[in-house]
């Protein structure tokens, strides 16, 4: 927010200069010349192209005193705005690569965490969910919008930017050490291959897709899905159980979850050695 309001500071300064020129060589010549042909001198002026004098300013004294003045003053803000937006970019572009380089580092030292592919309605969900237990996750998304409005959910949010179907940005998420892949692109084309896609590159891998015809679950599932889930008829069943049993709803989101606190129910494993 900075730089943008230092941005318009210069944009402003520039404006008003601008103006201030134009409207010096109006009253001094008493308006004979036209607005424009004020304008066109100042451009001029301060750009130091030397096109031509429109305006006949040589031979006018307060006319001369006025031009000079304005291209002391006017080139020194036209030369501090120039510089003030290349360090801004350079200043940019430099902090976009050194946290890209320091995210993709923490994600090389991840390990048991989760991926999400896609940010969309489903994906952000996902996210907010995890995020609420406390689990690593890693979003991989192509569409820089979705990724900035998934930030808004989690500011320290790990991402990497590209297209889920291609092996080496779920290779980049750090699939191969990975506890688990929720699949959920609007396409279904894309959902089966990945879902492909993330299998063979880990075996052990719990792979939740993302499914909207249903006749598309047999082949998720020959994929090695260990879930299918469809959105439209999980929220079709969660809207008639509001219609028809809506005390019971209430005592499961209640037992499962709570807006005032994150608490969850969650499981824990018994290994064979345990007395319990």
Known sequence: MDTRRRLYYIFAAIFLVVMIGSSGYYIIFDGEPKFMDCLYMTVVSLTTVGYGEVIQVTGNVPAEIFTMILIT???GILLYGVSTLTASKIEVDISGILRKKKMVKQIEKLNNHYIICGGGETGRGVLDELVKNNEKVVLVEINPEMIERCKSIFDSLLYIQGDATEDVNLIAAGIEKAAGVVVSLPSDK????????ARML???IRIISRMINPQLEPKLKKARA???????????LRM?????RPTVVDFLDSMLRTSRRNIR???????ENSPI
């Open 240 to 244: 008639a159980s509001e219609m028809i």
């Open 265 to 271: 129910i969650n499981q824990l494993t018994i290994s």
């Open 202 to 204: 880990n075996k052990q």
């Open 190 to 197: 894309d959902n089966l291959y990945i879902t492909m896609t």
């Open 73 to 75: 003053f006017g080139m």
């Open 226 to 236: 260990n879930r299918v889930v469809s959105p439209n008829a999980i929220g079709a």
